[in-house]
T-cell receptor
Framework: AQSVSQHNHHVILSEAASLELGCNYS??????LFWYVQYPGQHLQLLLK??????LVKGIKGFEAEFIKSKFSFNLRKPSVQWSDTAEYFC?????????????FGSGTRLQVQP | DAGVIQSPRHEVTEMGQEVTLRCKPI?????LFWYRQTMMRGLELLIY????????DSGMPEDRFSAKMPNASFSTLKIQPSEPRDSAVYFC?????????????FGPGTRLTVL
């Protein structure tokens, strides 16, 4: 079964610092990859997604992620974080090749940005 | 456009009572997913439907849980009888099945507390 690892459980940064959140998945076949953000008390919102093509994908609010197939990774980055980026971030994957369209989520990374 | 709609947003009930959670997917979407979020287990799939037909219910905990999708615009998740360990946030998501490259959009969730 597919699994997703997010190694950073809690990250604290100052405003304007750069951000990189790690995400690794276990399945080596064709995968779709997603990053979702959950602001306090709110629902999951899509930040960005990768299906195929250019491994560097850009999302909303200045976020980007790079798919590195050889490392089974899909790390999320932002050059300069803002206080409003304080939220929980989830990496997710599904396996269209196996027909499993449901998302498998990582455990999440709680980002706290200090002003 | 209206997003995924869930009701109620909050539900507090006593152990043993029946609980029904409701979801209206985005119009035109043909796939619907129910997920549960807990501190211990994170986000996990309960069940998903494609064209109103249940496809994968491997995440449904036990016989106390049941889900239906009588038409393309409505789904229910029922717990009977409810137990304190069912306390969680239940999210509904919908997508358009495009042969494996669909993106799931999440509703605001129902926060269930079973006393």
């Amino acid at each position: 079964a597919q699994s997703v690892s997010q190694h950073n459980h809690h990250v604290i940064l100052s405003e304007a610092a750069s951000l990189e959140l790690g995400c690794n998945y276990s399945y080596g076949g064709t995968v779709n990859l997603f990053w979702y953000v959950q602001y306090p008390g709110q629902h999951l919102q899509l930040l960005l997604k990768y299906f195929s093509g250019d491994p560097l994908v850009k999302g909303i609010k200045g976020f980007e992620a790079e798919f590195i197939k050889s490392k089974f990774s899909f790390n999320l980055r932002k050059p300069s974080v803002q206080w409003s980026d304080t939220a929980e971030y989830f990496c997710a994957v599904n396996d269209p090749g196996t027909g499993r369209r449901a998302l498998t989520f990582g455990s999440g990374t709680r980002l706290q940005v200090q002003p | 456009d209206a997003g995924v709609i869930q009701s109620p947003r909050h539900e507090v009930t006593e152990m043993g009572q029946e609980v029904t959670l409701r979801c209206k997917p985005i119009s035109g979407h043909n796939s619907l997913f129910w997920y549960r979020q807990t501190m211990m287990r994170g986000l996990e799939l309960l069940i998903y439907f494609n064209n109103n037909v249940p496809i994968d219910d491997s995440g449904m905990p036990e016989d106390r849980f049941s889900a239906k999708m009588p038409n393309a615009s409505f789904s229910t998740l029922k717990i009977q009888p409810s137990e304190p360990r069912d306390s969680a946030v239940y999210f509904c998501a919908s997508s358009v099945n495009r042969g494996g490259t669909d993106t799931q959009y999440f509703g605001p969730g129902t926060r269930l507390t079973v006393l």
